[in-house]
């Protein structure tokens, strides 16, 4: 990704951006803390590439007109056509910049395959970062409008705020217009304990992010950029690795965001909730990316008849669901047996959830304790696998890299293992500790409940990985390449 100018969460930069916001925002009324918000965001969108201004405009001018004139009519026949227009308008920007390549390149080789000489219909797209992400929560607005469950925004300006929202523009969490724009559009109030919180929030993801994530890259990068055969035992590292980097890299992105609005007097969703205590595939997207798979539930499962119509359906269903939320990671064809591997999954379960109770679970606890982390553990190797696929960088390095992990997996050909196991513990202790802390106490800020003098320590560790054993230049975020 080549923008030069970009504010990053973990920059300077932002970080000078934040504080001039931050202090005409303390000091404005709402509305104007409304419009400065919407040109602070604009500006921060824009240093990315000014250019994409354009697109998230007519995004979002399109679903407002859209979702007026769905709210004042009622004839459902103009309704329908104008949820189209606003479904067809997003979906064909998203769908040019994401995936055009991605199919002139694939029609490109079938014509091939079948003798016909084509010529390259490729165009030279630069990805516009963060336009999966508001493209479907502008759309999720219009969708609520038309079933009826939300009234539509009065006002342009407030509207373009609840779209471009600079905290979660770029990498979430997809809000829902009825969460985050009656927020927008009613007086807030900055508290000590709001503040309080934010600051949590924003070094407890910073940490995560320049930390651990930073950290972890180098010992992922350079084993899925090198070439084949594989040692398995190195591939099985480079995956640990990457488990906790893109869990680290996105939610600290997502803590991040939270702490900021929190700040401003927002609340926005919780998108992780320690997925790798998930036992189960359902579990797992109960605690992953938790806005894109509440998203794709409502807006696509539920529509495509969920499971109203018999199992078969049903498992139609969450196949179509998640081989299009793989699609919507990227457009290659890594993502899409990724998004087909985690329909495999959902489907294998609910074949078997009539039988597990049967399995059970001992009743000592030391005994069910002791299960559930096998279970957990078990669940995580599964997880792992599907990183594999969505990190390779070609169905090619994936059928490789397999092949290394059943065939060639030998910890004596690996004369680093020791070194980079010691330093992927290193990067990982804090965050287990504090993870098993959260998850005892389900409450993901259980440090903000302890004692001062045990909370300032926590705190003062944080702060020191950061500045001190962190990565200190400012690294891009995985998701902003979706």
């Known amino acids: 990704m080549g923008y030069s100018g970009a504010m990053l969460f973990n920059s300077l930069s932002f970080a000078v951006f934040f504080v001039i916001v931050y202090g005409l925002y303390l000091v404005l009324s709402h509305r104007r803390q409304n419009r400065m918000l919407l040109l602070a965001s604009y500006v921060f969108y824009g240093a990315w590439d000014w250019r994409y201004l354009s697109l998230i405009l007519t995004s979002t001018a399109l679903d407002y007109l859209c979702a007026r004139g769905i709210a004042s009519s009622a004839d459902r026949a103009r309704q329908k056509r104008l949820l189209a227009l606003s479904m067809v ?89 009825r969460h985050l724009l009656p927020q927008v559009l009613a007086p807030r109030t900055v508290t000590r304990e709001k503040i309080a919180q934010g600051a949590w929030l924003i070094l407890w993801g910073l940490f995560q992010k320049v930390f651990v994530a930073d950290n972890l890259a180098r010992l992922v990068d350079p084993v899925f950029a090198a070439p084949g055969p594989y040692n398995g035992a190195r591939v099985l590292v480079a995956l ?6 893109i869990y680290c890299d996105f939610a600290g992105y997502s803590n991040i965001a ?5 700040c401003l007097g927002f609340e926005i969703m919780v998108n992780f909730n320690l997925p790798y205590a998930s036992t189960n595939p359902r579990e797992f997207w109960r605690r992953w990316h938790i806005s894109l798979s509440t998203w794709l539930k409502d807006y696509l499962y539920i529509s495509l008849g969920g499971n109203r119509r018999g199992t078969l359906f049903t498992y139609r269903n969450l196949a179509i669901t998640m081989l299009l939320g793989g699609l919507w990671h990227g457009a290659a064809w890594n993502f899409v047996l990724w998004g087909a591997y985690w329909g495999a999954l959902l489907i294998l379960h609910r074949l078997l959830e009539p039988f597990l109770p049967r399995i059970g679970s001992p009743r000592f606890r030391p005994l069910a304790a002791a299960w559930k982390i096998i279970r957990v553990g078990l669940f995580f190797h599964l997880v792992c696998l599907s990183w594999l696929l969505f990190r390779a ?90």
């Open 89 to 177: 308008g997003n979906l064909s920007i998203l769908g040019f910049f994401k995936y055009y390549n991605f199919f002139a390149e694939n029609l490109q080789v079938l014509l091939g395959k079948f003798g016909l000489a084509a010529p390259s219909f490729c165009l030279a797209i630069i990805l516009p970062v963060g336009i999966s992400f508001y493209t479907f929560q502008s759309m999720s607005y219009t969708i609520d409008v038309y079933r009826g469950v939300l009234p539509p925004a009065r006002s342009f300006f407030d509207y373009a705020l609840f779209v471009s929202f600079f905290p979660q523009l770029v990498a979430g969490p997809i809000e829902r217009a």
């Open 240 to 245: 640990y690795a990457f488990a906790f980097q």
């Open 393 to 482: 960088r070609s169905l090619d390095q994936i059928v490789q890299m397999l092949n290394g992990l059943l065939r060639n997996f030998s910890f004596a050909a690996y004369a680093d293992w020791r070194p980079d196991a010691l330093l992927l513990s290193i990067y990982l202790w804090t965050l287990a500790a504090l993870e098993f802390f959260q998850y005892r106490r389900s409450d993901l800020e259980v440090v903000r409940s302890w004692p001062a003098p045990l909370r300032i320590t926590v705190s003062l560790v944080l702060l020191f990985s950061i500045l001190i054993l962190g990565v200190n230049q400012s690294n891009y975020f995985i998701y902003f390449q979706f």
């Open 258 to 262: 939270r702490g900021l609005g929190s």
